[in-house]
């Protein structure tokens, strides 16, 4: 288990307040802050898989389905109903924790595969509910016309601002989540995930655990999702897919699943690639993603961020 | 029966039955485990010997019968409340955390008796982290007593299995049991091993800890136990003193039928 130090924390606090002033200086990536809007965006929710799927244990191939969730009912509700962004937001999260206690206490009663193909069916039920509910979500052509954000009478028009805002709940997200994991609960966590049988004769309430944690990426999942309709002002259920959940075990797989730093680099680098890098290959680009997450699985099963410890290793070897 | 005569027993099992579909892996079972004593139950393999530690942690619940841990019923409990009641355990094949140091799968095993709150946990809440102080404390106090103080921040699968079967045990001691439920834990060790083993289990009945044994090593089970009861195919056929036991003709019959040259004396 990789130890999470301050120091790291430190420098990437330094690069995520400095980086807009750097790309600003240098026009080849003076469009990277509105990237790194996205990156943002999906390393909130990969902070919450990361502890669902690499610390817990509990696969999700359905965490689209609480993307699109809170994407929707901050759509719907600011569209429709006139409701302020930042409640509507609160509200997709409510919605999404919800539904994750509801799907969850069955289904994270199943192990491996099973759960796998659980989650799997929950995240394209729930997309094809964005397909259909045409009345509200304006069905397969999506809603346009998602208002934006603004804090204190500020508007967050821009992409730099916006960045600072998600970037902002990011840092305190992955604050959280260090001091989950190192934690009795986050030992939990990890006890469920190597042993279940051990970890129910150490006191610990699994099914208690497990649900909380998979409420607790969804919540996530779901802010995220309001941040990117409230960004894009533009949501179609294309976005919300079983692709799309797909990506997001890419990314944690690609980062490293056992370390929370993986979450973080994993969807930096997947943001990149598939917004910037992989243009050139167009239809072919998921062929790109599933070669990358089979090299991954072979040869760098840690991860990038378990990689250079484990390559040490086995040169002092 | 002697278990009957038991003057305040910690476990008491009460015509237990376990069926797994049309198997029946327990008939019957009257059991009686005296406080603050080590009491072993030996059995052929298959005699129903794990089936039964699986039930009294509540792994599942009994088809029938009736199981009191102080006086109380906890037949068909979850495994966590049994855990919370005061019974702890280790398992036939190691169960550690294996992506854990060490000291923390010491410190889960501390559950229990900590304050642990999701939510304030992530908040960091000042009381929490003092908690964290105390507990690293309280379980290197233990680590030092199993011995295993110096390998503290080793991954628990780096040990060697000797080690990993006492890390267990300690694991057990922290949830504060006051029965400890051991499944073999002198399986696949050495003599070296299991006498350490051996010395531990002894240790932690001078704690005042109940100490329930299953095992196959012999020569461990006469050393230490107070009582023995012998399991086969599902029934208790014997128990009492490991005197009384190893001159029982049905103990030696089960033993002797069913492995063959194999001497319990």
């Known amino acids: 288990m990789l130890r999470i130090h301050k120091a790291p924390m430190l420098a990437g606090a330094l690069l995520i307040l400095f980086f807009p002033w750097i790309a600003r200086q240098l026009p080849t990536i003076s469009h990277y802050p509105d990237l790194m809007v996205f990156a943002g965006i999906y390393t909130l929710i990969t902070l919450g898989l990361s502890l669902l799927m690499g610390y817990a244990g509990q696969i999700s191939l359905g965490h689209a389905a609480f993307f699109g969730i809170g994407a929707y009912v901050s759509g719907v509700l600011s569209t429709q109903f006139d409701c302020n962004p930042w409640l509507g937001m609160l509200l997709g999260a409510a919605v999404a924790a919800m539904v994750a206690v509801i799907v969850g206490a069955p289904s994270l009663k199943l192990r491996g595969h099973y759960l796998a193909m659980a989650t799997l069916a929950f995240g394209i039920i729930v997309n094809i509910v964005f397909r259909e509910e045409a009345r509200w979500t304006g069905g397969p052509d999506g809603m346009i016309g998602i208002p934006g954000l603004s804090l204190f009478g500020l508007a967050l028009d821009s992409a730099e601002k916006y960045y600072y805002l998600v970037w902002g709940i990011v840092a305190a997200v992955f604050l959280f989540s260090v001091n989950l994991i190192q934690s009795p609960a986050g030992r939990a966590l990890r006890a469920i995930h190597a042993s279940e049988a051990a970890a129910a004769a150490m006191g610990i309430p699994i099914a208690r655990y497990k649900v909380i944690v998979f409420a607790y990426s969804a919540v996530l999942g779901s802010l995220a999702g309001s941040l990117y309709a409230h960004y894009m002002n533009f949501i179609n259920p294309a976005t919300f897919d079983l692709f799309f959940s797909i990506k997001l075990v890419i990314m944690i797989a690609l980062g490293g699943m056992h370390s929370i730093w993986g979450a973080l680099v994993g969807a930096i680098i997947v943001a990149f690639l598939s917004l910037e890098w992989l243009h050139y290959f167009e239809e072919f680009e998921v062929v790109v993603y599933g070669a990358i997450l089979l090299l991954v699985t072979i040869f760098m099963p840690e991860g990038l961020v378990g990689a250079p410890a484990k390559l040490m290793a086995r040169m002092r070897r | ?265």
């Open chain 2, 1 to 265: 029966m002697a278990a009957e005569s038991v003057q305040d027993p910690i476990l008491e099992i009460e015509e237990l039955v376990m069926a797994f579909g049309g198997l029946t892996a327990l008939m019957n079972i009257d059991l009686c485990v005296p406080r603050g004593r080590i009491k072993a139950v030996i059995g052929p393999n298959g005699a129903g010997k794990t089936t039964l530690f699986n039930i009294i942690t509540g792994v599942f619940p009994p088809t029938e019968g009736l199981i009191r841990f102080n006086g109380r019923a906890i037949s068909g409990c979850k495994p966590h409340h049994i855990a919370a009641l005061g019974i702890s355990r280790t398992f036939q094949t190691v169960e550690l955390f294996n992506n854990m140091t060490v000291l923390e799968n010491v410190m889960t095993g501390r559950h229990l008796r900590i304050r642990s709150s999701f939510f304030g946990s992530g908040l960091a809440l000042p009381s929490l982290r003092r908690q964290e102080k105390g507990l690293v404390e309280q379980a290197m106090a233990l680590l030092e007593f199993i011995g295993l103080a110096a390998k503290r921040d080793i991954m628990a699968d780096a040990l060697p299995l000797g080690e990993r079967k006492i890390l267990e045990i300690g694991r057990a001691l922290a949830t504060d049991p006051q029965l400890v439920c051991l499944d073999e834990p002198a399986a696949g060790l050495n003599e070296t091993e299991t006498e350490a083993a051996a010395h531990l289990i002894q240790a932690i009945r001078q704690k005042g800890i109940t100490v329930l044994l299953v095992e196959h090593d012999m020569k461990m089970i006469m050393d230490i136990s107070d009582e023995i009861a012998v399991l086969n195919y599902g029934e208790k056929i014997a128990e009492g003193t490991p005197r009384e036991i190893q001159n029982n003709p049905l103990v030696i019959e089960a033993y002797l039928g069913q492995g063959g040259g194999f001497d319990i004396r």
